[in-house]
T-cell receptor
Framework: DTAVSQTPKYLVTQMGNDKSIKCEQN?????MYWYKQDSKKFLKIMFS???????INETVPNRFSPKSPDKAHLNLHINSLELGDSAVYFC??????????????FGPGTRLTVT | GENVEQHPSTLSVQEGDSAVIKCTYS??????FPWYKQELGKRPQLIID?????GEKKDQRIAVTLNKTAKHFSLHITETQPEDSAVYFC???????????FGKGTKLSVIP
């Protein structure tokens, strides 16, 4: 039973293309996140959704657009890909939102390579 | 916003020795402090966490201590084993916040 799943696992594409990464969680959690992990391993929050509603939107280029069709799914669409977008993108989920922060469960990651 | 500093960035220890990783945070309202372990090519996974109403928590060879006054918390791993080799991240989150702010990670190498 995969708790948080992402597809695809690897994504290689050229500059200027548009791509999407999908995330699904079967834990019944209310909150989902997207993180970017760069080559130096730094984990940076990009977006967070709670019950399909955007609650965190860090300083991320407009080319990145999250979409949450329901509380079990959070997809990430990236337009006009640039070399600097190459990274590992992690989806995560956590229970909430009662004002108490809980453990975040991470997906396996999507390694995006832009050439 | 919250800022989390983590030291050291790399740490090498002999198998069987102890390892200590330290983090400081800036927001005095932060009240949740998890530690994640990320093995090479894998996802980050929670190994232990502590809330601000507790000073210390242990789980077998792993312990976390929290000093709210000084705004720092530490991860202690005793009797290290080669499988402890990984990148460890500390994080902090404030009251009512959905957001975890992560430290920059510590690459721990346990030498057999």
């Amino acid at each position: 039973d995969t708790a948080v799943s992402q597809t695809p696992k690897y994504l290689v594409t050229q500059m200027g293309n548009d791509k999407s990464i999908k995330c699904e969680q079967n834990l019944g959690h209310d909150t989902m996140y997207w993180y970017k992990q760069d080559s130096k391993k730094f984990l940076k929050i990009m977006f967070s959704y709670n019950n399909k509603e955007l609650i965190i939107n860090e300083t991320v280029p407009n080319r990145f657009s999250p979409k949450s069709p329901d509380k079990a799914h959070l997809n990430l669409h990236i337009n006009s890909l640039e070399l600097g977008d190459s990274a590992v993108y992690f989806c995560a989920s956590s229970p909430g939102p009662t004002g108490t922060v809980y453990e975040q469960y991470f997906g396996p990651g999507t390694r995006l390579t832009v050439t | 916003g919250e800022n989390v500093e983590q030291h050291p960035s790399t740490l090498s220890v002999q198998e069987g020795d102890s390892a200590v990783i330290k983090c400081t945070y800036s927001d005095s309202a932060s009240n949740y402090f998890p530690w994640y372990k990320q093995e090479l090519g894998k996802r980050p996974q929670l190994i232990i966490d502590i809330r601000s109403n507790v000073g210390e928590k242990k789980d077998q060879r792993i312990a976390v201590t929290l000093n709210k006054t000084a705004k720092h918390f530490s991860l202690h791993i005793t009797e290290t084993q080669p499988e402890d080799s990984a990148v460890y991240f500390c994080a902090a989150s404030g009251a009512g916040s959905y957001q975890l702010t992560f430290g920059k990670g510590t690459k721990l190498s346990v030498i057999p």
